[in-house]
Structure formats: C-alpha cells, structure tokens
C-alpha cells in the first residue's frame, strides 16, 4: 500500500521527468483532477476524470512544451495514513520552443483512498505563473537546483530567491501568511 507522501513524490516524478508510467503508483484508475486557474499565461481544462486523460494533461502533453521542471511541495509532507492534504506549490521550467523561463505557485489539495494510499482527487489550483526572458534562465536554474527536493521549506525557498522583480508576487504567495500544509490528523488539523 502507498502511503500519502510516496503517491505525491511519485506524481512530481512522473510530470517533472516526463514519465507517465510512473501515475499508476500515485493516483487511483478513476481518480479526478480539478484546475483552478487564476492567470491567463498557461491554461489546463478544468475537470479531468481517470488516469489515462490525467496523464494526457499533467504528464504528456506538458511535456511536449516544458522541459527543466522542478517542482515543490511547500511545508512538511503528510502523514502517512492522511485521507487528505494540502499544501502551496512553487514550479520552475523551461520552455522548451522559446527558451524562456516559467515560475509558478498554487495550492495542492490532495485525497487519497484509504484503502490503497493513492490520490482518489487532486485540486490544482494555479495562483500566478510568471514568464521571464531566456537570459534568467540561468538564474533561475541555478536557484530551483540547489533547494531541497520535493519538499522544500518556504523560507529556504524564498532566501535563496534571486533578485528579479516579476518574482515579487510568487515570492509574496508563497511567504503569506495562510497554511502552507496541513493534514487533518483524527478530526484535527496541523498548520506549519
């Protein structure tokens, strides 16, 4: 049986390496994906049910356009019997056509089966998805590859952060004072 935080680190290896084999260890056969998309710089249909069509979305066809992904979930990973969890994301990426720079945050809120471990419903919800010029790239890069890997703490995140101003609202998301993860442990819930 999966544990909750192995089915999240399978689903960021899957869509990250460009791997769509590897959703069958994260999600269920009829699991179902919801986008909430808050900016008009990347669009994802909103509702996605089963996991061939999840894996045409998050994996497939996101790989035909990004390449360099690296993806963060924020905070402390679950608990390994969590029915459910939510926590902030921050994605970085390359274009793979205009070679430019792509950094994104939002909210994951994940439920998993309680049988199996896997994500029976996953929330993806995007708050802001900046594009910056191929020139900071590098930067970019050079930032994403040194920080903790899936689970990264916020404040390491954004002390390490370069100095680039269409970053400004990622960074104020991913720093604001609202849960960056939680997971009702017997009826209660953890915030870090």
Same mark, same amino acid.
């Given at each position: 049986?999966?544990?909750?935080?192995?089915?999240?680190?399978?689903?960021?290896?899957?869509?990250?390496?460009?791997?769509?084999?590897?959703l069958?260890?994260?999600?269920?056969?009829?699991?179902?994906?919801?986008?909430?998309v808050?900016?008009? =710089?990347?669009?994802?249909?909103?509702?996605?049910?089963?996991?061939?069509?999840?894996?045409?979305?998050? #994996?497939?066809?996101?790989?035909?356009?990004?390449?360099?992904?690296?993806?963060?979930c924020?905070g402390?990973? $679950?608990?390994?019997?969590?029915?459910?969890?939510?926590?902030?994301?921050?994605?970085?990426?390359?274009?793979?056509?205009? !070679?430019?720079?792509? #950094?994104?945050? !939002?909210?994951?809120?994940?439920?998993? =089966?309680?049988?199996?471990g896997?994500?029976?419903?996953?929330?993806?919800?995007?708050?802001?998805?900046?594009?910056?010029?191929?020139?900071?790239?590098?930067?970019?890069?050079?930032?994403?590859?040194?920080?903790?890997?899936?689970?990264?703490?916020?404040?390491?995140?954004?002390?390490?952060? $370069?100095?680039?101003?269409?970053?400004e609202?990622?960074?104020?998301?991913?720093?604001?004072?609202i849960?960056?993860?939680?997971?009702?442990?017997? !009826?209660?819930?953890?915030?870090?």
């Amino acid at each position: 049986m999966n544990t909750a935080q192995l089915s999240i680190r399978q689903y960021i290896k899957a869509k990250d390496g460009n791997r769509p084999h590897l959703l069958d260890q994260a999600f269920a056969p009829d699991a179902i994906l919801d986008m909430v998309v808050h900016t008009g =710089s990347i669009s994802f249909p909103p509702h996605v049910e089963g996991l061939g069509p999840i894996g045409d979305v998050l #994996v497939r066809r996101f790989g035909q356009t990004f390449e360099n992904v690296y993806t963060f979930c924020l905070g402390h990973p $679950p608990e390994p019997q969590a029915k459910t969890f939510q926590c902030k994301w921050l994605v970085g990426m390359s274009d793979k056509h205009s !070679g430019e720079a792509r #950094v994104g945050c !939002g909210l994951y809120e994940w439920q998993f =089966s309680p049988e199996s471990g896997l994500v029976q419903r996953l929330t993806i919800t995007i708050e802001h998805m900046k594009t910056l010029p191929e020139t900071d790239l590098h930067c970019i890069m050079e930032w994403l590859s040194h920080l903790d890997y899936p689970w990264c703490r916020p404040e390491m995140l954004v002390s390490n952060a $370069p100095d680039i101003d269409s970053l400004e609202e990622v960074i104020q998301y991913v720093t604001a004072n609202i849960p960056t993860c939680s997971s009702p442990v017997d !009826g209660s819930s953890l915030s870090q």
